[in-house]
């Protein structure tokens, strides 16, 4: 990805999203995904933490409460250097767009937020190239507290940062650090270019502002056709 | 380790490790040059002088063993994740194995060390400054102790002594059509590696192609060397500490300096040893 083969023309488009847990950012790249699929551009999805590689590891260590910030931080890294190498790169070759649900950006903040050095996280990513579109859906954290506890009325060990030990009650918990999660993704904004989509406006009003910023990201005619 | 514990980078931001008492030796060296029965038969020394000793080895971490196993027995590795995975079954040995001990006050012996992460990186392409960020939360060793050898003595004892495996033959890089060149020209990269950082770092050479107790007898004089020297730095640091207990009063304190001339008898500044020279510049030609 550092060094792109083929000409640009032909090669697929890496279109990610970021937000913290409850931001709508999985909703809102799976419309995008119909969308594009709809004007017939080939499209892949990959999903962060996802490989089969370190799936076992990672399962297991989060079970036993094992992990420790830096542990979590390189299984994470190993997980995306194994879908980089397999669902990445080769699909942007062959002229494939790729939708990420979350990237390096969601090591960064989360990974800070947990306590490990801004500096080595963004060293240990280096062999990333940059994506054609970061889309962060910001929304303030009380809104996704309200979403998670509305969906799912439990809320995941690591995903409240319970491993931190900021409080023993787990939405507080989830609030506490989530929103270092959030202070960090801002700081990464204006740093890595990112498109910041509100997070709080109707689900359909947030879609068309990225479908309309997407369109501008192909020039061939099936997505030109699209905008 | 007290004042000298230090990060290789970025280090650990959440952890303390101001405080640890323990030494920490690393033993480094190629496939097959005899580091494992040298560490068992040191950690048995030690703990026969009272030493508490923990060792811990490449790849043996409680989250990343079978991982790991698993990951080389299937052929989707490339050098990123396999660096990767390196560098998360060595946190987790740090974090849950090395720093505790250290902090316990333990001898931790390592057998295989951060080197051998850049090593095997580096020979796979990687970039050098690359694979050193990633493993830049880990502590700089007390003493690194370098199992020195050449490939053609190393050849015919990996040969001889048992089957040489897929990775330790580097068949991975398709260097050679058969285990023989592919084995070959990989250990040769790899020692190549080894030497570079041997000068970098300050190991300690020990000649592999020597009789295993002539080794082991190297190995103990270098490591009791470290250990009087972290004894005696200990004691003065106490008797420091001890000091302004025994003479509350500033005055009494001044007035047993006087009579001296320095420090009050009994308290010297700092005891007179016979240093052995700064470990690391201990070379065995």
């Given at each position: 990805m550092a060094r792109r083969q083929g000409s640009p023309r032909n090669r697929g488009r890496l279109i990610v999203v970021e937000g913290i847990d409850g931001s709508g950012k999985s909703t809102q790249i799976q419309l995008l995904r119909r969308w594009l699929e709809a004007r017939g551009v080939k499209v892949f999805f990959t999903d962060w933490n996802s490989s089969d590689l370190?799936?076992?590891?990672?399962?297991?260590?989060?079970?036993?409460?094992?992990?420790?910030?830096?542990?979590?931080?390189?299984?994470?890294?190993?997980?995306?250097?194994?879908?980089?190498?397999y669902s990445i790169i080769p699909y942007l070759k062959a002229g494939i767009t790729v939708l990420a649900d979350r990237y390096i950006y969601t090591a960064f903040a989360r990974d800070f937020a947990r306590g490990v050095d801004r500096r080595w996280v963004r060293d240990l990513y280096a062999f990333a190239g940059k994506p054609d579109a970061a889309f962060y859906f910001r929304v303030p954290i009380d809104v996704a507290v309200g979403r998670i506890l509305g969906a799912r009325a439990k809320i995941k060990f690591y995903e409240a940062g319970m491993d931190l030990g900021l409080s023993a009650d787990p939405v507080e918990s989830f609030r506490l650090f989530q929103g270092r999660v959030l202070e960090e993704y801002d700081r990464l904004s204006g740093e890595y270019g990112f498109r910041v989509i509100d997070g709080t406006r109707s689900i359909d009003a947030q879609q068309r502002q990225v479908r309309d910023l997407v369109s501008r990201l192909f020039d061939h005619p099936a997505a030109a056709e699209a905008s | 380790m007290t004042a000298h514990a230090r990060y290789f980078g970025h280090g650990l931001p959440y952890s303390k490790v101001d405080d640890l008492k323990g030494a920490l030796i690393t033993i480094e060296g190629t496939d097959g040059v005899g580091r494992t029965t040298q560490v068992a038969q040191l950690k048995q020394w030690l703990e026969i002088q009272g030493y508490g000793v923990i060792d811990t080895g490449w790849t043996r971490s409680e989250l990343m063993s079978e991982t790991i196993m698993a990951a080389k027995a299937g052929h989707s590795l490339n050098r990123l994740t396999?660096?990767?995975?390196?560098?998360?079954?060595?946190?987790?040995?740090?974090?849950?194995?090395v720093i505790p001990a250290l902090r316990s006050g333990f001898v931790v012996l390592a057998d295989r060390y951060v080197f051998t992460a850049f090593a095997r990186s580096v020979v796979r392409g990687a970039d050098p400054k690359w694979i050193r960020s990633?493993?830049?939360?880990a502590l700089v060793p007390d003493?690194?102790?370098?199992?020195?050898?050449?490939?053609?003595?190393?050849?015919?004892?990996?040969?001889?002594?048992?089957?040489?495996d897929f990775w330790e033959a580097g068949m991975d890089m398709h260097l050679g059509t058969d285990l023989y060149d592919s084995c070959r020209k990989y250990q040769w990269r790899l020692i190549r590696e080894y030497n570079r950082m041997a000068r970098q770092y300050g190991f300690i050479k020990v000649d592999a192609t020597l009789p295993p107790d002539q080794i082991q007898a190297r190995i103990r004089r270098s490591v009791q060397a470290l250990l009087e020297e972290r004894r005696m730095r200990t004691l003065t640091e106490n008797l420091q500490s001890l000091r302004p207990l025994l003479f509350e009063d500033p005055e009494d304190a001044a007035r047993a300096g006087d009579r001296t001339g320095r420090a009050p008898a009994g308290l010297p500044d700092a005891p007179v040893v016979n240093r052995p020279g700064r470990p690391t510049g201990v070379t065995d030609s």
């Open positions: 370190v799936r076992q590891a990672t399962k297991r260590g989060k079970k036993k409460n094992l992990l420790t910030p830096t542990t979590f931080s390189l299984l994470h890294a190993t997980d995306f250097a194994d879908r980089l190498t | 396999f660096s990767l995975m390196y560098a998360t079954d060595f946190a987790d040995r740090l974090e849950k194995i990633v493993f830049g939360f003493m690194t102790l370098y199992l020195q050898i050449d490939v053609d003595s190393l050849i015919p004892r990996l040969l001889e002594d048992r089957r040489v």
